[in-house]
């Protein structure tokens, strides 16, 4: 009976992290949205490129946590139990405070440094498409990277095809195509908007790619692997960033220490925190669960546009029946390609946000 209670307890804290995730996403999305418009600093690579490499933070994490365990705390008499959970968890090289062999970081850091342009790129079309058009349509259209992932995995991961995926790929189409038709006569007019919209699907397709990367790569050491991603991020597309500025079409003149400040929040928020609870979610659920859970960012996107205040927003308008039609056809082809199961959206998100530094605790608890 307790064990039980427990299980119940565990699963709810697990939806509850589910939550914050989708939560933390959406506000993300607002508040790139608000430094775009309010804030008038529209400089979605610049955005990108300091949100990614944030992940940097991670390397430093890894090896104060590796440097704590080996303090005298850890082996202590009065911290018996502590101590054994810990060697337990780490390598013999790790559990006498040594770093792993540095041969052991390659396929890490060779991992990252490949998929970190697709990453980069990826984070940048959602960025763009965010800055020309509504938050509801960058959701509803990011959501079907999920079959785009699908299709990749048939050709490079041999991953079967069920009709159950089909149909679900055919909804997220059909949702794609009503999302595009489902703006508001004004909006039709802007390219802006069409060009947000399709801009926003070529995201999707990379944000597939970097997803199947993941998966054929397999990185072991994920706390590596993205430390690496970002620094990777900040080195390469730092002349990017440069030359940009100086040919004036994202120039940085204007940016601000607070708007700078909302930044560090917004790659914090979206990158960090996200992780550390979707991490939580997937160890108290599961994948599967933890992964069909975050089609409530589609609701959720929905309900900003509705509700935040015009000023903020880039393409503010309330979403029609059309793109509430839209929203339920992708939302159920969302769900219907992860419960036809083995499906590498689930897993990859799974692998990407399972953090070692992060969830030894978790999955300690949880056990």
């Given at each position: 009976m307790a064990n039980r209670s427990s299980g119940l307890t565990d699963w709810s804290c697990g939806i509850l992290c589910i939550v914050m995730v989708a939560l933390i996403w959406s506000a993300s999305s607002v508040l790139v949205q608000a430094i775009f418009t309010s804030a008038d600093f529209a400089r979605p690579v610049f955005l990108t490129w300091v949100a990614n490499s944030l992940f940097m933070v991670l390397l430093p994490l890894r090896w104060a946590g590796q440097r704590l365990q080996s303090l005298p705390f850890f082996h202590n008499p009065g911290a018996g139990s502590r101590s054994e959970t810990a060697e337990e968890m780490l390598e013999p090289s790790q559990a006498r405070g040594q770093l792993p062999a540095v041969s052991s970081w390659g396929s890490e850091i060779r991992a990252g440094l490949m998929v970190a342009p697709i990453w980069f790129a990826a984070n940048c079309m959602y960025n763009i498409g965010l800055s020309l058009t509504s938050i509801t349509s960058s959701t509803v259209i990011s959501s079907s990277s999920v079959a785009f992932t699908l299709l990749l995995s048939m050709i490079f991961l041999r991953e079967p095809l069920t009709l159950l995926k089909v149909l679900g790929v055919v909804l997220c189409w059909v949702g794609n195509g009503l999302t595009a038709a489902g703006d508001s006569p004004e909006t039709k007019l802007s390219k802006n908007v069409v060009w947000g919209d399709v801009i926003c699907l070529l995201g999707a397709m990379l944000y597939a790619a970097y997803t199947v990367a993941i998966r054929r790569l397999e990185p072991k050491d994920l706390v590596l692997f993205f430390g690496?991603?970002?620094?990777?991020?900040?080195?390469?597309?730092?002349?990017?960033?440069?030359?940009?500025?100086?040919?004036?079409?994202?120039?940085?003149?204007?940016?601000?220490?607070?708007?700078?400040?909302?930044?560090?929040?917004?790659?914090?928020?979206?990158?960090?925190?996200?992780?550390?609870?979707?991490?939580?979610?997937?160890?108290?659920?599961?994948?599967?669960?933890?992964?069909?859970?975050?089609?409530?960012?589609?609701?959720?996107?929905?309900?900003?546009?509705?509700?935040?205040?015009?000023?903020?927003?880039?393409?503010?308008?309330?979403?029609?029946?059309?793109?509430?039609?839209?929203?339920?056809?992708?939302?159920?082809?969302?769900?219907?390609?992860?419960?036809?199961?083995?499906?590498?959206?689930?897993?990859?998100?799974?692998?990407?946000?399972?953090?070692?530094?992060?969830?030894?605790?978790?999955?300690?608890?949880?056990?």
């Amino acid at each position: 009976m307790a064990n039980r209670s427990s299980g119940l307890t565990d699963w709810s804290c697990g939806i509850l992290c589910i939550v914050m995730v989708a939560l933390i996403w959406s506000a993300s999305s607002v508040l790139v949205q608000a430094i775009f418009t309010s804030a008038d600093f529209a400089r979605p690579v610049f955005l990108t490129w300091v949100a990614n490499s944030l992940f940097m933070v991670l390397l430093p994490l890894r090896w104060a946590g590796q440097r704590l365990q080996s303090l005298p705390f850890f082996h202590n008499p009065g911290a018996g139990s502590r101590s054994e959970t810990a060697e337990e968890m780490l390598e013999p090289s790790q559990a006498r405070g040594q770093l792993p062999a540095v041969s052991s970081w390659g396929s890490e850091i060779r991992a990252g440094l490949m998929v970190a342009p697709i990453w980069f790129a990826a984070n940048c079309m959602y960025n763009i498409g965010l800055s020309l058009t509504s938050i509801t349509s960058s959701t509803v259209i990011s959501s079907s990277s999920v079959a785009f992932t699908l299709l990749l995995s048939m050709i490079f991961l041999r991953e079967p095809l069920t009709l159950l995926k089909v149909l679900g790929v055919v909804l997220c189409w059909v949702g794609n195509g009503l999302t595009a038709a489902g703006d508001s006569p004004e909006t039709k007019l802007s390219k802006n908007v069409v060009w947000g919209d399709v801009i926003c699907l070529l995201g999707a397709m990379l944000y597939a790619a970097y997803t199947v990367a993941i998966r054929r790569l397999e990185p072991k050491d994920l706390v590596l692997f993205f430390g690496t991603l970002g620094t990777s991020v900040f080195v390469f597309f730092s002349p990017l960033v440069l030359w940009l500025h100086l040919a004036n079409i994202e120039p940085i003149s204007s940016l601000t220490i607070p708007i700078f400040g909302l930044i560090l929040v917004q790659g914090l928020l979206d990158n960090v925190l996200s992780d550390f609870f979707w991490a939580k979610a997937v160890l108290l659920t599961s994948p599967s669960v933890a992964t069909v859970g975050m089609s409530l960012t589609v609701p959720l996107a929905m309900l900003s546009d509705v509700f935040m205040p015009r000023k903020w927003l880039v393409d503010p308008q309330t979403p029609g029946a059309t793109s509430i039609l839209a929203s339920a056809l992708v939302l159920c082809g969302f769900v219907l390609i992860n419960a036809a199961g083995g499906s590498e959206p689930g897993d990859s998100c799974r692998r990407r946000l399972e953090i070692p530094l992060i969830s030894e605790d978790a999955e300690r608890d949880a056990s």
